[in-house]
């Protein structure tokens, strides 16, 4: 149980292009929703915190306008990277959660490049 | 707001012998500290957590402990195994949101 699908899994798209990614719970109702970066070598640094039916909550330095997130549903958040360019280009992860808290249940991740 | 720091950031052991990484956090408000097993360019996977109600959990080879009073846990991985090689990573959690220490990059060397 409690199985993350985040798709696609790598992306390649040239500079200026939005992208959007998508995290499904799959059995279960993810009443919150992470969006991580990693770069390489080095851990994972939260985005945003999303919960079902409300505006997200981005941390310090992250801009809401160039990613934006939607969590229409109970089992689907989306992340939009606008306009991409390649300092943008990292590893995306999202995590969920239900509503008896934790753990968190990581997706695949997907691999963003911008040329 | 929190802070963790994980060390050692790489570690090296043979086969067979123990592993461990110890993190510490500055809020003491965290209650909850997972640790993630992340192989190279797939997702962190939970192998263990501990609740901060709670001083010591096991897992067969893997333990956790938590010392609340000085802010400081530890990951203990007994009779390494060459699948154990990755990279670990501690988190700790307050206001439901976790901080990731830097991660420590595990070798086990046949």
């Known amino acids: 149980g409690a199985v993350v699908s985040q798709h696609p899994s790598w992306v390649i798209c040239k500079s200026g292009t939005s992208v959007k990614i998508e995290c499904r719970s799959l059995?279960?109702?993810?009443?919150?929703m992470f969006w991580y970066r990693q770069f390489p070598k080095q851990s994972l640094m939260l985005m945003a915190t999303?919960?079902?039916?409300?505006?997200?909550?981005?941390e310090q330095g992250v801009e809401k306008d160039k990613f934006l997130i939607n969590h229409a549903s109970l089992t689907l958040s989306t992340l939009t990277v606008t306009s991409a360019h390649p300092e943008d280009s990292s590893f995306y992860i999202c995590?969920?959660?239900?509503?008896?808290?934790?753990?968190?249940?990581f997706g695949d991740g997907t691999r963003l490049s911008i040329l | 707001g929190e802070n963790v720091e994980q060390h050692p950031s790489t570690l090296s052991v043979q086969e067979g012998d123990s592993a461990v990484i110890k993190c510490t956090y500055s809020?003491?408000?965290?209650?909850?500290f997972p640790w993630y097993k992340q192989e190279l360019g797939k997702r962190p996977q939970l192998i263990i957590d501990?609740?901060?109600?709670?001083g010591e959990k096991k897992d067969q080879r893997i333990a956790v402990t938590l010392n609340k009073t000085a802010k400081h846990f530890s990951l203990h991985i007994t009779e390494t195994q060459p699948e154990d090689s990755a990279v670990y990573f501690c988190?700790?959690?307050?206001?439901?949101?976790?901080?990731f220490g830097q991660g420590t990059r595990l070798t086990i060397n046949p």
């Open positions: 988190a700790a959690t307050v206001s439901q949101k976790l901080v």
């Open positions: 501990i609740r901060s109600n709670v």
């Open positions: 059995d279960f109702q993810a009443t919150t």
């Open positions: 995590s969920a959660r239900g509503r008896g808290g934790q753990p968190q249940h």
């Open positions: 999303s919960n079902e039916g409300s505006k997200a909550t981005y």
């Open positions: 809020d003491s408000a965290s209650n909850y």
